[in-house]
């Protein structure tokens, strides 16, 4: 009890000293904005706490005063990004003022805080020309690069100044410039038997290809979408099973003496329970059917059929069973062992459920290569 008692103590005490705070040490740190909300804060629940007005008075004067210098010397820049800084100095000086007009109290010490609604539209407006100026001659360059940048600065104008002029279209047009086209042609595997077993990759691929986003500027197509849609693609993306071996078999026996000391082997009237040595030799059989393969990844530029990327994407799967026999005393085994002698030897999968447990690993691998790919993109 004594230590629960100690415990709400504290709690209490904590509490107690974090909602004493007046913002005099974020003041006297050069915070001033910190300050005011810490000041606010504490005369809403303590209205007449003479610190706090005290605090609040200095702190806001030399946060209004620290923001207004900012906007004159961002005013004189070069910064071409000028009015952005701007609109972030004029909307904090007037959520100041917001955070005083909800308190009572503190209207007796600022009765009269500032607000620049106008001075805001107009930075809001301005940031946003010049961001949209800039998509455009971003976009008049012609490339990939420049158009991704394109699409952000409309971007950027859309969340500064909502429907400026034509900024949607705009965004559409540097996307579409910007996105990388790839098609993605069907998965080659150099045998009719295997065809039906491969379509199992071919699906996983497909999909993943259809719900890849981590980066929105790549967007793969299949053969026949980009035919239908009359793509001209920037990249073909070729995979292929190039080399693959199914249901490669391996036995191994192994042979073990048994010997077993102090079991029952007999009984007399005389001696009663007879011990002896008991033997067997087991026969432990293990198999491993192995199948393995290497899918080629290449990456071709279209414009100049230049490999960009080629790479052997290894896969392997390995089904066991073991199994045993014994000729002997069964009392020489241990309960493990004489368990393996009544198993019989399983017949592995089918070829073509070996193919796709050799293809797991190779499309795990296909999956990161094309993600760290692609993402630079």
């Known amino acids: 009890m004594k230590t629960s008692s100690r415990l709400r103590y504290f709690i209490y005490l904590s509490i107690l000293i974090v909602g004493c705070t007046t913002g005099k040490k974020a003041l006297q740190k050069g915070n001033y904005d910190a300050s005011v909300s810490k000041a606010v804060d504490r005369l809403k629940s303590s209205p007449k706490n003479t610190e706090a007005l005290q605090v609040l008075g200095t702190a806001y004067d030399l946060a209004l005063k620290d923001h207004l210098r900012k906007i004159d010397d961002a005013k004189l820049s070069a910064n071409v990004l000028r009015w952005e800084s701007i609109l972030a100095d004029y909307q904090q000086i007037n959520q100041l003022g917001d955070e005083i007009n909800s308190c009572p109290s503190c209207l007796t010490v600022v009765p009269n805080p500032q607000r620049f609604v106008r001075e805001v539209e107009d930075s809001r407006y301005k940031a946003a020309e010049v961001r949209y100026t800039l998509g455009i001659k971003l976009l008049n360059e012609n490339n990939r690069v420049s158009a991704k940048n394109a699409y952000y600065s409309f971007e950027k104008a859309q969340q500064l100044y909502p429907n400026y002029k034509d900024v949607k279209d705009k965004i559409e047009d540097a996307y579409w410039a910007a996105v990388l086209k790839v098609v993605v042609q069907p998965v080659i595997v150099n045998s009719n038997y295997y065809k039906l077993s491969n379509q199992y990759f071919q699906q996983q691929v497909n999909q993943f290809m259809a719900d890849y986003q981590k980066n929105k500027f790549v967007i793969f197509y299949s053969e026949q979408q980009a035919e239908k849609q009359r793509i ?85 799967f390995i089904w066991q069973d073991t199994w045993a026999s014994y000729k002997g005393d069964e009392r020489a085994l241990t309960k493990q062992q004489l368990q393996l002698t009544k198993r019989r030897e399983s017949l592995p999968p089918p070829p073509d459920a070996l193919f796709v447990e050799f293809t797991k690993p190779i499309y795990a691998q296909l999956v990161d290569q094309i993600g760290y790919f692609y993402n630079r993109y």
Not at 250 to 279: H, N, P, Q, W
């Open 232 to 316: 001209t693609p920037d990249q073909v993306l070729s995979l292929s099973f190039d080399d693959f071996v199914v249901g490669q078999t391996f036995v191994k026996e192994r042979v073990e003496k048994l010997k077993r000391d102090s079991v029952v082997i007999g009984e007399t009237r005389a001696d009663g329970k007879v011990y002896g040595t008991v033997r067997a030799t087991l026969s432990i059989f293990d198999k491993k059917v192995s199948s393995s393969g290497l899918l080629d990844l290449t990456i071709t530029d279209w414009a100049s059929h230049k490999i960009i990327k080629r790479q052997k994407l290894p896969g392997t």
